[in-house]
């Protein structure tokens, strides 16, 4: 059977942030090539949290050696999966854990992996995969053929979407695992250092950049932010000035996000900063620079003097009731 597999991340019973987002990749690339879209949920006793996966099909890859992540586990396991059932195309979301095991699963069954693409197309019947190097600056369209592509998708490159009631079927995978094949001792998963803030979930962000001029002028920021009930963000400068902590940083070298609304002030729009903020359903910059890159993936525009933008729509906000 022809189908995409998506394998999915949980941490302690709970599906990791980037489930829906590749899970609505594997739906753009299902309407291309009309293949059908199951899900792998790799673990112990995850039944019930795999009928809440939205897919065709749902695979609990049910394992006691798989209670706790290891790379060595995750790839035995799932390594016997793919091999049983040959997928066309195996998708991860692109985050810490995929990074550790994804390489050598995809090299176990002799193929590449191909990391961190923001967007699939199909050309003369072949799957397109785009990927951008460095920073941002360059797009590489990499041509996958073969049976079962590896593929890892970026975050904020795909929006969640709402699929409504859809109904899924759930079956269970046992792998046949050694203990003398776990090499590793399983340890607390990988994170950034404690944020005070995660932007990464914020459905609303306010971001400011070099145009605000001065610490003090922050506060109009904080207004709009606080009218909003947005998260506030920055370009690299502001941080480097210590003007705000580096958690709020968007961009290359801080923060992936993908809320439904961006407003970038005074941000000239460098590729740094671009590349994350991009997958923002709504952008909206303020910048007295026509010129400015930002507006080039503006949904909409505003060339003006941000210090008489930012009361007026502040207070407009608040007349609205939000």
């Not at 995850?46 to 890859?61: G, N, P, R």
């Not at 001792?185 to 979930?201: C, G, I, N, T």
């Not at 991009?278 to 993936?297: L, M, Q, R, S």
């Amino acid at each position: 059977m022809s189908f995409i597999l998506v394998v999915l991340e949980q941490i302690d019973g709970k599906l990791h942030r980037s489930a829906d987002e590749v899970l609505a990749a594997a739906r753009s690339v299902s309407q291309l090539k009309g293949l059908p879209v199951v899900a792998a949920l790799p673990g112990k006793g995850l039944a019930d949290l795999a009928k809440s996966i939205h897919a065709d099909q749902v695979i609990a890859v049910d394992h006691d050696l798989l209670d706790a992540y290891t790379a060595d586990g995750y790839t035995a396991a799932l390594s016997q999966l793919i091999a049983a059932r040959e997928p066309n195309l195996v998708l991860f979301a692109h985050t810490y854990q995929t990074r550790d095991f994804a390489p050598k699963l995809a090299a176990r069954h002799r193929k590449p992996l191909i990391s961190d693409v923001t967007s699939v197309r199909v050309e003369d019947g072949s799957l397109v995969f785009v990927r951008q190097l460095f920073q941002g600056k360059l797009n590489a369209d990499i041509l996958a053929s073969g049976q079962t592509v590896f593929a890892s998708i970026q975050s904020g490159a795909y929006l969640a979407e709402d699929t409504g009631n859809l109904e899924t079927t759930v079956e269970t995978f046992t792998p046949q695992l050694n203990p003398d094949e776990i090499r590793q001792k399983p340890e607390a998963p990988f994170r950034d250092s404690d944020r005070a803030v995660d932007l990464s979930s914020a459905n609303r962000i306010v971001a400011v950049g070099r145009g605000i001029q001065d610490q003090d002028s922050l506060s109009l920021v904080e207004d709009l932010a606080s009218a909003l009930g947005a998260e506030i963000g920055a370009s690299r400068p502001i941080c480097d000035n210590g003007w705000l902590p580096m958690e709020r940083q968007v961009g290359s070298s801080g923060q992936t996000v993908a809320p439904s609304l961006y407003i970038a002030v005074g941000i000239s729009g460098a590729i740094q900063h671009v590349v994350g903020m991009k997958g923002a359903k709504t952008i909206v910059a303020i910048n007295k620079d026509p010129d400015a890159p930002v507006f080039e993936v503006a949904d909409y525009g505003i060339c003006a003097d941000l210090f008489e933008v930012l009361p007026a729509l502040t207070e407009e906000i608040r007349k609205s009731g939000n």
